[in-house]
């Protein structure tokens, strides 16, 4: 079965500092990866996503992950991070075939301080 | 429609009642999910349908819960006797019939039992 786990629950960075939030997953098989991103009172909305290709994919508001199979990783990072960050993200799979399910971890929320 | 959509937004209910739950997904998507999301807590998947049928409805989390779908477009998720840990954000979402396509979220139903 796959599953996924997102490493800390809270992450708080300086405004302008590096984001990185983990991601890893296990699955017997390389699943499809994605990265949604929840605003405060809001639904989700996806940043960026892995199927196949290139393993470092770049997705909205400046944000980039990158595949790597050794490691089963899907690590979220941004240069540089802003205010409007402040969310909380989730990491999901999907398995390659067979099915559509979505497996979502359980979430990182990220605090930008001033 | 342009999104999914979600109704009620809100539901406070008194414990012991019943409540039904609406989602209406993006029109020709097929996949259609139910998640919920406690205070606190990660996305908990709850059923998964494709077309009408439910493949996985494991995460239902007792027979209090039910879910149908009707026409492969409209969903409700049924809570019998409310109880209080039911309180959540109830999450729905779809995706098109294509492998490795994102699901789109709605805005969700907030619902607390009292």
């Known amino acids: 079965a796959q599953s996924v786990t997102q490493l800390g629950s809270h992450v708080s960075v300086s405004e302008g500092a590096l984001v990185l939030l983990r991601c890893n997953y296990s699955?017997?098989?390389?699943?499809?990866l994605f990265w949604y991103v929840q605003y405060p009172n809001q639904g989700l909305q996806l940043l960026l996503k892995?199927?196949?290709?290139?393993?470092l994919v770049k997705g909205i508001n400046g944000f980039e992950a990158e595949f790597k199979k050794s490691e089963t990783s899907f690590h979220l990072t941004k240069p540089s991070a802003h205010m409007s960050d402040a969310a909380e993200y989730f990491c999901?799979?999907?398995?390659?075939?067979?099915?559509?399910?979505?497996?979502f971890g359980a979430g990182t929320r990220l605090f930008v301080k001033a | 429609g342009a999104g999914v959509s979600q109704s009620p937004s809100n539901k406070v209910t008194e414990k012991g009642k019943d409540v039904e739950l609406r989602c209406d997904p993006i029109?020709?998507?097929?996949?259609l999910y139910w998640y919920r999301q406690s205070l606190g807590q990660g996305l908990e998947f709850l059923i998964y349908?494709?077309?009408?049928?439910?493949?996985?409805k494991s995460g239902l989390p007792s027979d209090r819960f039910s879910a149908e779908r009707t026409g492969g477009s409209v969903s409700t998720l049924t809570i019998q006797r409310t109880q209080q840990e039911d309180s959540a954000v109830y999450l729905c979402?779809?995706?098109?019939?294509?492998?490795?396509?994102?699901?789109?979220f709605g805005q969700g139903t907030r619902l607390t039992v009292v």
């Open positions: 979402a779809s995706s098109s019939q294509t492998v490795n396509t994102e699901a789109f």
């Open positions: 699955s017997s098989v390389p699943p499809y």
């Open positions: 892995y199927t196949t290709g290139a393993t």
């Open positions: 999901a799979v999907m398995p390659p075939s067979g099915g559509f399910k979505t497996i």
């Open positions: 029109s020709g998507h097929t996949a």
């Open positions: 349908f494709q077309g009408n049928s439910a493949p996985d």
